[in-house]
């Protein structure tokens, strides 16, 4: 029987390594926090906001499944579907950690709604995902902001475009703007403003840190330049590609309906490996 043991265990042993050398590798420091989200349509035009549009209902989807939970905080409706730029925060376990590999360009191939001809066009959208900043993790100081305040727009009921409850802040050092209209309150649009002007920030100061670890690294996965072509989605061959890992599945339909967990975990196996092999080094 301890012979069987032995045999067992030293099987196991190399697997086991590989888990130590990974523990020993430090991970990101802001991988437990919540996330902001942001998506914008690219190129493309209509077609690049309803892309966009579907982008934020398969993320939607995704969070739901985790049991995250999302609150849009902006949005700008494109005027065939969709949205311009929509942002919402995500708030869970390990969201930052989870949602940081789907910042870059994503691109969709197949033939628009407003297509007459039956072509396929390629059209993108860009997606930005932000470590939400604690209030302890930037110090913002209310007399380096100016607050506007106007009327909300889109649905909402009687009170829109009759109250001034939307508002944009602007921090005047560095210019960075920022504006939420979802509440009726203006306090709490004001709270959630702030919120995300301090991410921001935040942000500016973690990019330089993820900027330094580019420039040192030959591949990148989940950090570095934001407008790299991250993943194609081809709907005429029911085909999504990430280009970071040369990694193709055809289940378009599947991913669309939220089912993205399979690809994180490919990305996530592809990051591990390339920081355990700097570790060695």
């Known amino acids: 029987m301890a012979k069987e043991e032995i045999e067992m265990n030293n099987d196991r042993l190399p697997s086991l390594e590989e888990e130590i050398k990974l523990l020993l590798v430090p991970a990101d420091p802001q991988d437990d926090k919540n996330a902001i989200v942001e998506i914008r349509g690219g190129t493309g035009g209509d077609e690049a906001a309803i892309f966009a549009g579907d982008l934020y209902r398969m ?11 999302t609150q849009v905080t902006s949005v700008s409706e494109g005027t065939s579907g969709g949205f311009k730029e929509i942002i919402f925060t995500v708030t869970g ?6 949602l940081k590999y789907e910042s870059g360009v994503h691109r969709v191939q197949r033939v628009p709604q407003t297509e007459t001809q039956g072509r396929v066009h390629t059209s993108a959208a ?9 209030e ?8 380096d902001i100016r607050v506007d305040t106007f009327c909300a727009s889109g649905n909402g009921g009687q009170s829109v475009n009759t109250t001034y409850s939307a508002v944009r802040l602007v921090h005047i050092p560095t210019g960075i703007v920022v504006q939420c209209q ?8 004001k709270a959630k403003a702030l919120a995300e002007l ?5 942000n500016i100061e973690y990019q330089k840190w993820l900027d330094e670890i580019a420039s040192k690294r030959k591949t990148m996965v989940s950090t570095g330049d ?29 991913i669309m309906e939220g089912e993205i967990q399979g690809v994180i975990d490919q990305l996530i196996i592809a990051e591990n490996a390339e920081r355990m092999k700097e570790s060695e080094l």
């Open 226 to 254: 934001r407008s790299a072509k991250i993943r194609t989605y081809n709907y005429p061959q029911g085909r999504v590609t990430d280009h970071r890992i040369n990694l193709t599945l055809y289940n378009l339909s599947a």
């Open 136 to 143: 302890v993790d930037v110090d913002v100081r209310e007399c």
């Open 93 to 98: 376990e390990n969201v930052y950690g989870t």
């Open 198 to 202: 301090r991410s921001r920030i935040y």
């Open 126 to 134: 860009t997606v930005a995902v932000l470590p939400e900043a604690d």
């Open 182 to 189: 979802d509440e009726k309150s203006q306090l709490k649009n």
């Open 59 to 69: 993320y939607q989807k995704y969070c739901d499944s985790k049991g995250w939970r």
